[in-house]
């Protein structure tokens, strides 16, 4: 399959699929962390061309409910409603299947709730940051490794490690990666569907 991977600069979920065989490309304004098929520059510029499956990531700066004591002024200056025209550009591209990802957020009423909500600790990681899924014409997730009761022995910093991420200049990199786990979910479970599927 030809598949796009929206506003990713790690190349993680990229590579999960291009291990699987599929051309998978990702694009971002940003150059990509691990080499690859990466394609600098806007995402919107490429949503005609030929592919089967756009997997995006769009910036959650002005729509994650972790940032709502700044919704008035980004609502004020044009900010948040940038963000949610961008997300719904993803949402309406010419495509047969997507999925987009996104801290839980104001998407949830402006556009419709996600189809589902997953967890690092469902793919094997000893961590919780809750991420929503938006998904056309593909199947919600299957936990692959549940390691939830491993994951509350630990302490809160260590559960919640990326929201306890000292400040820095990569802090918002750290943050935004997609955990391998999650990653290789996608490739296994998405790159290996029948070629018709509508289940939305």
Same mark, same amino acid.
């Given at each position: ?24 490309? +990702?694009?971002? /304004?940003?150059? +990509? *962390? ?9 995402? $919107?510029?490429? !949503?005609?061309?030929?592919? *089967? ?9 002005? !729509?994650?409910?972790?940032?709502? $004591?700044?919704?008035?002024? &980004? ?20 495509? *047969? ?5 996104? %801290? ?7 556009? $419709?709730? %996600?189809?589902?909500?997953?967890? %690092? ?16 014409? /593909? %199947?919600?997730? =299957? ?5 939830? =009761? ?10 919640? $490690?990326?929201?306890? !991420?000292?400040?820095?200049?990569? #802090?918002?990199?750290? #943050?935004? &990666?997609?955990? @391998? ?7 296994? @479970? ?6 018709? /599927?509508?289940?939305?």
């Amino acid at each position: 399959m030809n598949i796009l991977i929206a506003c990713e600069y790690s190349g993680t979920v990229r590579d999960a699929f291009a291990r699987q065989g599929h051309n998978a490309v +990702s694009c971002d /304004l940003l150059p +990509s *962390d691990s080499g690859g098929h990466h394609i600098i520059g806007d995402v $919107r510029d490429l !949503l005609d061309g030929e592919w *089967d499956m756009l997997i995006a990531f769009p910036p959650c700066t002005h !729509l994650a409910v972790s940032g709502a $004591r700044w919704f008035p002024e &980004k609502r004020a200056d044009g900010r948040q409603q940038a963000g949610i025209d961008f997300f719904m550009d993803m949402v309406n591209a010419p495509i *047969d299947r997507i999925a987009i990802e996104n %801290p839980i957020g104001i998407m949830s009423s402006h556009y $419709r709730k %996600p189809n589902q909500i997953i967890q %690092p600790w469902m793919f094997g990681h000893l961590e919780q940051k809750s991420t929503c899924l938006w998904l056309k014409n /593909l %199947p919600t997730l =299957e936990s692959t490794d549940n390691v939830l =009761e491993a994951m509350m022995d630990l302490p809160k910093n260590k559960r919640e $490690r990326l929201h306890y !991420l000292p400040p820095s200049k990569d #802090r918002w990199k750290l #943050r935004s &990666k997609t955990f @391998q786990g999650i990653a290789e979910a996608m490739a296994d @479970q998405w790159g290996n569907l029948p070629s018709q /599927l509508s289940l939305l």
